[in-house]
Every structure is written in structure tokens, then in C-alpha cells.
């Protein structure tokens, strides 16, 4: 949903942008005198930086509710499968590797070698969920598959050569089912 | 033409330095783009080339390009900046030889030791490739790094000591004096000093952070046993990575403010919003690298809000004050297009049209899915390439124009308009890719994500011709540009320029 809303967002803003600046580069022609545009672009100018301000307050309140940080909290409430994962060059080990729909995961994320980025991709090579595994810290990502299928945990931090082949696939079943979701 | 605050000639030696500067710059920048266009086209499945030369060649176009944007931002810099204030040219000199020797060895390092830990060579991987594949690579890399950051801190020490001396303090080059009421002055420094400012405090620091995490780096190939914390030397990378590729746009958006008021005939005065927005710029280029750490989760929660909210906060300046007022400044103002003023109002466009991404990524939800993904090179694709490199050729043409009365030609506005719409389908095709998930900084890439490296591919072949052109035009006006002639002399002969194209 993100990525789709970035997407969208950033075309619609960037078109905007360029039909602003071609219209002001078709408008250079004639010379006015400058004091005139100043004080009327300066009065548009207030507005401008209200409306931005304003824009990026709702942003900010709407996006922070909802943050990917782990909440342990919460985490130990909702009885969450608590998976270790260690990221080597150029492999992820995992303490399990079979998941059930619905069931709240813990994936507490390390590096035994060098910096590696812990991607959770699904069955569509979309990214869900991702947090960085690195040497001597332990980041957590709380994630709850609501599908059945293979996911993937791709490497998105650069980690030498080997990079692009640090792929492992999980499997997530319905709750006492099979993978694809035909019980 | 507008009446300058000019005070000091250019001399024949900082001309020649910009030249070099220049040289540089148009050299690595089309070797870099041809590295571009192997990786794209490899990840597209249209060659193949082994993921060792890959991450090669990977490793040396990022930190080529921001060397390239460095050193182009550098001689716009101290072309302009040199009008104000009386720098010393044999400093831009010594940033040219460090600079060159640093790139030598960076090419040495990749292609003769195969270093292959990309630019930002995040700690401890330098050390644990040393152990893999010698350590006469990573030694030449990071020295070479250290070399060309040793020539920018010279040249930044420089710049500061002098504005310092010639405005009464470095702060006042930010127009403290003013802002605080300790001036009668309606209007702080020229522009050209206030983003020099802004440059030298972020610069610095960022070279500082930079030399620490080499220095760390080197101590931990040379003795394993010294180990470092990997978190700490993460926020070091990115605070010299962010700060320094952030940076040349603000050296470079000198020209802008230089030759629109110029063309214009309008002044672009330092009023109290101006400096109030560059004070707030200097603050927040040094705060938001922490956006580049908003998925370690084991980094204080306070500093990744900041990532996000002074990210956000940081496209306040460009495009309320910046690009507000290149908009302004052009508004009917009688200005004539041409190869300078058109790329610099157009470099104007791609800083902004490349905020809007970056400020997307940085919202921690958006950024929890699309870190690391193509959307970040979307991003910085089109600040860097439609934003400071078009502000580095503009000022190539202004240079010629200015300093040798050279005129352009038609052929340089069809390279201008096939860079343009080329490179909005590059950036395009980075986004989309990003959209679709598609990893960074992979050698090899999934079937579905192939048709973005292809399209992405094709537009950069283009781009590259357009940028061959703009430097065989660069090199073949140079030789008729004087080495001698004042500034005063300079702005007769734009006058004149004008006058008989209109």
C-alpha cells in the first residue's frame, strides 16, 4: 500500500511541479518592474509556507501513530513466536522456518559478520517488512503473516559479492493446514 | 545587468583551477555514467558481466559521482565566492592534485585489488574483505577517500578563515550579525558567501565524521583485534556519506543565485528570510543523515523521529526560499534563455522534483518498505543528475560565455532537451522499480524486475551522448576563454553578450 501511495504521490507532485515551472519559464518574456512581483510573491509566499507546514504536521502526526518499532509490551501480550535470525555472508539462519496465518512473529534480527538487511518479501516479490541485522545489535520486527505461501527474506544491505544470493524461503500455512492455502 | 558586489578579481590561477576543477569533472562524470549504463544493463539481462566486477564498478560510480559533484560544485563555488572574498588559488589547486591522486587510487583499488565494498563501506566489511582478498585494496580505497577528504577540508579551512576575516566571524557569513540586530544592514552577505558558509560548518564536520570511520576502518584491517562498535561507526559513515553528497548542491546552487540575478537583472539580496532559511539548512543537513538509520531499530527512537521530522523540515528552505525565489527572480523579468541560465533554472525543477521522493522515504512507515529498494537511487538520481550536475554543465557554458565570449550552439539545446526527458525516464524507471520492490545495489536481478533496468538502460545511453556533447562543447570553448581579465571585465562582456543577441 506504501509503495503504491509513494508512487502515486511522487508522479502527481512531480508533474505539478513541472507544469509551475514551465508556466513561469513561458512567462519571462515581457520585463515588469521587479518591487511589484516581490510583494505580492512574498504575500503568496506566507501562504505557501503555512500550507507546507501545515501538510507536513498531518504527515507527521497520521504517519507516527503507527511506527514498525517493536513494542515489547505488546509483543509478550499477544503471546508472539519469538524466531531468532543471524545473517552470514551470504545466508540467513533461522531458529524456525514454518509460520501459521495469524500467528503474531518475533523475528529478533542479528549479524554474525558484517551489516545485512533483513527483507521480508512475499509471494509477489513485494517487500512487507524489513529492519537491518547488524554485528553486536539485535533489531526486532514484529510481523503477522495473514497469508498462506512462500515468503522470502532477501538481504538489503550491501554485504560484499554475494549479495544478490542471500535469499531464504519460508513457509507460512493456514493453522493446521498446507502452504497454499487448500486445507 | 544587475549591479554586483564585486570586489576582487579572479586570478589567472583560480581560473585555471576551475578549469581543472571542470576537466575533472566532466571526465569522471561521463566514465561514471558509462559504469551506470554496464550495471543497468547487466541487471537487465542485456550482458553479463561477473558480480565481482560488478560490485566493482559499483563501488567505484557511487563515491565517482559524488566526487564528480564535488569537485563541479567546488569551482562554481569558488569562482563566484572569489568575487567576495579574496581566496588563495594555490588552495583549489592542491584540492585538484589531492583529488586526482585520490581518484587514481580508487581506480587502483577497484579494478587492480578488486575492492568491492561499495562506497559507504560500512564497518567491519573492509576488514573482513582484507581478510578475504588482501588488504592492498581496502588500504588503497580508504586512502584514497581520506586523500580527496584531506584537499576539500584544506580548501573548506580556507574559505572559512577568509569569510571569517573579511564578515567578522565565520557565523556572521550566515548573517548572524544581522539576524541577532547587531547590524543596521537591510541585507547579510552575498549569497555566494552565505551557502559558502553553510558548506564550510557542514563540510567540515562531515570530513571530520568521515576520516574518524576510515581511520577506525584502517585500524581494524591492520590489527583485527581492535575492534569498533558497528552502530557508532554507521552513524559516522552516514554522517560524512549524507552530508557530503548532500553538500554539493549547496555549493553548486551558488551559480544559481549568481547568474539568474545576472541574466535576470534583478538582485538576489540576503534578506533576513534568506538567512533565517540558510541558518535552518546548515542545521538540518548535519541533523537528518539519522534518515539513513530509520530501519536499526537499535538506535534511540528520538534520533529516528528526528530523521523523519527534520527530513520533512529540511525541503522547507528549498522550496520556500531557494526555488520560491528562482521562480520570483525569473517571473517577467525580460530574461533570455539560453544554455546557462536555462539548465540552472532547470536544475532548479530537478532539486526540488528529486526532495519530493527523499521526503516520502524518510516517513518511517514508507521507509520500512521501501528502504534499500531502487526508490532511493530514484531519489538521489534526480537531485544529483537533474539538480547539481545540470547546475555543473550550466555553469560550464556560463564559464565559456563569460570568460571567452563563446556562443551556443542549436546542437546544445537538442543535448539539453534529450538529457532532460532521458533522464526523467532514468529516474522513472528507478521509482517504478523501487514501487515494485526491486533491491539496490544487487548484481543480479528477478525476471519481473528487468524491464526497469532495460528502459533505465536506454535512457542512460542517451544521457551519456548528451553529456559527451556538453563536454566536447566545454573543451572546445575553453581554449578561447581569457586567463587574465577582471570580473568587472567579465560582466562588460556578458552585458555586451546580451546586447547583440537581443
Known amino acids: 500500500m506504501y509503495q503504491q501511495l509513494a508512487w502515486i504521490l511522487t508522479v502527481i507532485l512531480v508533474f505539478a511541479l513541472a507544469v509551475v515551472f514551465l508556466t513561469i519559464a513561458r512567462k519571462t518574456a515581457r520585463r515588469v518592474d521587479y518591487q511589484p512581483i516581490q510583494e505580492k510573491g512574498y504575500r503568496i509566499r506566507k501562504y505557501w509556507f503555512i500550507s507546507l507546514v501545515s501538510v507536513m504536521v498531518i504527515a507527521t502526526f497520521f504517519s507516527l501513530r503507527n511506527l514498525p518499532y517493536h513494542d515489547a509490551t505488546a509483543a509478550a501480550a499477544s503471546g508472539a513466536k519469538v524466531v531468532n535470525v543471524e545473517g552470514y555472508q551470504f545466508y540467513w ?85 498446507a502452504s497454499d492455502g487448500k486445507n | 545587468m544587475a549591479k554586483t558586489d564585486t570586489n576582487y578579481p579572479i586570478t589567472s590561477l583560480a581560473k585555471k583551477g576551475v578549469v581543472g576543477h571542470l576537466a575533472v569533472t566532466a571526465t569522471v562524470l561521463i566514465l561514471m555514467m558509462a559504469f551506470g549504463i554496464i550495471m543497468l544493463f547487466n541487471q537487465g539481462g542485456l550482458i553479463t558481466i561477473s558480480p565481482d566486477l560488478f560490485y566493482s564498478i559499483m563501488t567505484v560510480h557511487g563515491i565517482g559521482m559524488i566526487g564528480m559533484a564535488s569537485l563541479g560544485g567546488a569551482a562554481i563555488m569558488w569562482y563566484f565566492l572569489s568575487k567576495y572574498v579574496p581566496l588563495n588559488p594555490k588552495v583549489l589547486m592542491v584540492n585538484l592534485v589531492l583529488s586526482v591522486i585520490g581518484i587514481a587510487m580508487i581506480l587502483i583499488a577497484a579494478f587492480v585489488f578488486k575492492f568491492s565494498d561499495a562506497w559507504t563501506f560500512l564497518y567491519p566489511l573492509p576488514s573482513i574483505s582484507a581478510k578475504q582478498h588482501g588488504m592492498a585494496g581496502a588500504m588503497f580505497f580508504l586512502n584514497g577517500v581520506l586523500l580527496i577528504g584531506v584537499g576539500f577540508l584544506i580548501m573548506y579551512l580556507e574559505i572559512g578563515r577568509k569569510i571569517a576575516k573579511q564578515y567578522g566571524g565565520l557565523m556572521n557569513g550566515l548573517g548572524w550579525d544581522m539576524i541577532f540586530g547587531k547590524t543596521d544592514k537591510h541585507y547579510g552577505p552575498p549569497a555566494a558567501v552565505v551557502a559558502s558558509t553553510m558548506v564550510v560548518i557542514c563540510n567540515s564536520t562531515a570530513i571530520l565524521a568521515g576520516a574518524t570511520v576510515i581511520v577506525m576502518s584502517i585500524v581494524n584491517i591492520l590489527n583485527p583485534s581492535i575492534v569498533f562498535d558497528a552502530l557508532l561507526a554507521k552513524h559516522l559513515t552516514y554522517a560524512f556519506g549524507h552530508i557530503f553528497a548532500n553538500a554539493t548542491i549547496y555549493m553548486a546552487v551558488v551559480g544559481v543565485y549568481e547568474i539568474l540575478a545576472k541574466y535576470a537583472d534583478r538582485p538576489w539580496k540576503a534578506n533576513k ?76 525543477f530537478g532539486w526540488v522534483a528529486g526532495a519530493v521522493p527523499a521526503i516520502i522515504d524518510a516517513t518511517i512507515v514508507v521507509n520500512h518498505v521501501m528502504h534499500n529498494t531502487k526508490w532511493v537511487p530514484g531519489h538521489f538520481h534526480t537531485y544529483m543528475g537533474l539538480g547539481v550536475t ?59 524486475w528487468m524491464l526497469s533496468d532495460i528502459v533505465g538502460g536506454i535512457s542512460a545511453c542517451f544521457i551519456l551522448a548528451a553529456t559527451i556533447s556538453f563536454t566536447l562543447r566545454f573543451f572546445a570553448n575553453v581554449k578561447y576563454t581569457k586567463t587574465a581579465n577582471t570580473s568587472e571585465e567579465m560582466i562588460q562582456e556578458t552585458t555586451n553578450l546580451m546586447k547583440k543577441t537581443s
Open chain 1, 93 to 177: 539462519k533461522l531458529s524456525q522456518e514454518e509460520f501459521f496465518v495469524g500467528e503474531p512473529v518475533q523475528f529478533n534480527v542479528t549479524s554474525m559478520d558484517v551489516n545485512h538487511g533483513f527483507g521480508l518479501y512475499d509471494e509477489n516479490m513485494q517487500l512487507l517488512a524489513q529492519t537491518q541485522a547488524m554485528p553486536g545489535y539485535t533489531n526486532v520486527v514484529d510481523f503477522t503473516f495473514t497469508k498462506p505461501g512462500k515468503y522470502q527474506i532477501l538481504c538489503l544491505e550491501y554485504c560484499s559479492v554475494g549479495h544478490h544470493v542471500m535469499v531464504k524461503e519460508i513457509v507460512v500455512k493456514e493453522k493446521g493446514g
Open chain 2, 390 to 448: 545540470i547546475m555543473i554543465i550550466a555553469f560550464m557554458y556560463y564559464y565559456n560565455k563569460a570568460e571567452g565570449n563563446r556562443r551556443d550552439h542549436s546542437w546544445d539545446r537538442i543535448s539539453a532537451a534529450f538529457y532532460t526527458v532521458f533522464f526523467l525516464g532514468l529516474t522513472g524507471s528507478f521509482l517504478y522499480a523501487g514501487k515494485i520492490s526491486a533491491p539496490r545495489r544487487w548484481a543480479v536481478h528477478l525476471p519481473e
Open chain 2, 273 to 348: 528570510v534568506f538567512l533565517i532559511a540558510w541558518n535552518f539548512s546548515t542545521l538540518f543537513t548535519l541533523m537528518i543523515y539519522t534518515h539513513h538509520l530509520l530501519m536499526d531499530f537499535a538506535v534511540p527512537k528520538w534520533m529516528l523521529l528526528i530523521g523523519q521530522i527534520f527530513s520533512y523540515a529540511n525541503g522547507l528552505p528549498v522550496m520556500v526560499v531557494t526555488a520560491y525565489g528562482a521562480l520570483m527572480i525569473v517571473y517577467r523579468s525580460g530574461l533570455r534563455w539560453d544554455m546557462a541560465s536555462g539548465l540552472m533554472f532547470l536544475a532548479m
